[in-house]
């Protein structure tokens, strides 16, 4: 009994350390995977990021490693050039993403706190990409409205990862939409919400998990029926779906 309860305080630990949990049912097939695949390969910095964000009281917020790993493939894979991030925090994907780009890589990074950016800044600086970041600290709307108005930013963007308030990525993908080109890709995070996409509802659910539920099931619902982007879901970290605009 007590080595079971050790065991599962172990646990809980180990996935501290990674953010959050993983949607995955088998806690010991999650961390196989962190292990065996994920990290002896994450690059040193996005290493010391994590471990610096581990430590910060809101680490809950962190993209996992695995994610991180999965979107540094999917930038080569896609040959992405300009990019954006809407929800920065310490900068975990931030950094994954920056060294995934070539050396003259941009991305657009906006989050309405740079006090937790500026705690990866270091890091980031170290790996020598801090170049390739125009960090905004501003809600993202208005920055997004900003360059709609302006005209020259239509069609510009090979790839946007959406990583902030929930309640708002409706509003985004009405503007991501003109500004991602064609045949870019839009990447929502956090589409499977803590599983409680599926929760019934009396569940017990935490009070921001239930408040943001129902903006996630609109979302998924409208991407799903959306004709201009083809879509493709993933249990990757809290669920990301990928939108790639074809019209
Ligand atoms: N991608 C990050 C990472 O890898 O660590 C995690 C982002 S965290 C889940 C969400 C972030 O969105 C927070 O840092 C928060 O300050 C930011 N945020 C919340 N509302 C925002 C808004 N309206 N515009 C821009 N950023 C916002
Ligand atoms: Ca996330």
């Known amino acids: 009994m007590a080595e079971n309860v050790e065991s599962k305080e172990n646990q809980a630990g180990r996935h501290q350390e990674v953010g959050h949990k993983s949607l995955l049912q088998s806690d010991a097939l999650y961390q196989y995977i962190l292990e065996t695949s994920v990290y002896p390969r994450e690059p040193e910095a996005m290493k010391e990021l994590r471990e610096i964000t581990a430590k910060h009281p809101w680490n809950i917020m962190t993209t996992s490693a695995d994610e991180g790993q999965f979107l540094n493939m999917l930038l080569k894979l896609i040959n992405a050039k300009n990019t954006m991030e809407i929800g920065v925090y310490t900068g975990y994907s931030l950094l994954a993403t920056a060294l995934a780009l070539p050396h003259d890589g941009k991305i657009l990074a906006m989050d309405v706190n740079r006090e937790n950016y500026e705690l990866g800044l270091p890091v980031i600086q170290k790996a020598g990409v801090a170049h390739k970041i125009d960090f905004r600290e501003s809600p993202a709307l208005p920055v997004l409205d900003q360059m709609i108005k302006n005209g020259n930013y239509h069609g510009t963007f090979d790839f946007i990862f959406v990583d902030a308030d929930k309640d708002n990525y409706l509003n985004y993908h009405k503007r991501l939409i003109d500004l991602v080109k064609i045949g870019g890709v839009i990447g929502y995070d956090n589409t499977l919400w803590n599983g409680s996409v599926v929760?019934?509802?009396?569940?017990?659910?935490?009070?921001?998990?239930?408040?943001?539920?129902?903006?996630?099931?609109?979302?998924?619902?409208?991407?799903?029926?959306?004709?201009?982007?083809?879509?493709?879901?993933?249990?990757?970290?809290?669920?990301?779906?990928?939108?790639?605009?074809?019209?």
Do not use: H, M, W
């Open 199 to 247: 929760a019934p509802p009396d569940a017990p659910l935490r009070k921001y998990v239930r408040y943001y539920r129902d903006f996630v099931l609109e979302l998924n619902k409208a991407l799903a029926a959306d004709p201009r982007i083809e879509i493709c879901q993933l249990p990757v970290g809290d669920g990301i779906t990928l939108c790639r605009r074809i019209s």
